[in-house]
């Protein structure tokens, strides 16, 4: 059963990254101003980063159970995965979200917002392959 709840965790969570990238944040800068949309955007990249840190440490700690469970050892790729992801949105939003905003308006800040795409891509991948590994039948 907890598996199951960690498999639907792990698709909400992919499908809302899906539609952070790939529609609202779109769809702010086609329908509002330009700082009408960074405004927003702002606010739903905030709002990401915090269900992303809420979302991988109940992952976490959700395998971690089912291993003490099964009385197998160590780390496994169902951990590692959303640890990964955590990883990427402490670095992506919390270290350099801050440095875009402080270099606005200069050559620099393009590369911090692809620097932070790159992170938000890696983010995605891994936690669809997290929903993807976590529906597979497992190995017994």
């Not at 790939?22 to 702002?42: H, K, M, N, T």
């Not at 440490?57 to 990964?84: H, K, N, W």
């Not at 402080?102 to 790159?118: D, E, Y």
Request: include cysteine; charged fraction near 15%; proline fraction near 4%.
């Amino acid at each position: 059963m907890l598996r199951r709840i960690q498999l639907l965790l792990a698709a909400l969570w992919g499908g809302f990254l899906l539609c952070v990238a790939g529609v609202a944040a779109p769809a702010a800068f086609a329908a509002l101003e330009r700082a009408g949309a960074i405004d927003y955007v702002r606010r739903l990249f905030e709002l990401e980063a915090q269900v992303a840190l809420a979302a991988g440490i109940v992952l976490m700690m959700m395998d971690r159970r089912i291993v003490r469970d099964s009385a197998r050892q160590g780390a496994t790729t169902e951990f590692l995965l959303p640890a990964a992801a955590l990883f990427c949105t402490v670095v992506g939003y919390y270290v350099i979200q801050p440095q875009m905003e402080a270099a606005m308006g200069t050559p620099m800040a393009m590369k911090l917002h692809f620097a932070s795409m790159a992170f938000f891509l890696v983010k995605t991948i891994t936690v669809l392959t997290l929903a993807w590994r976590l529906s597979q039948p497992r190995a017994s």
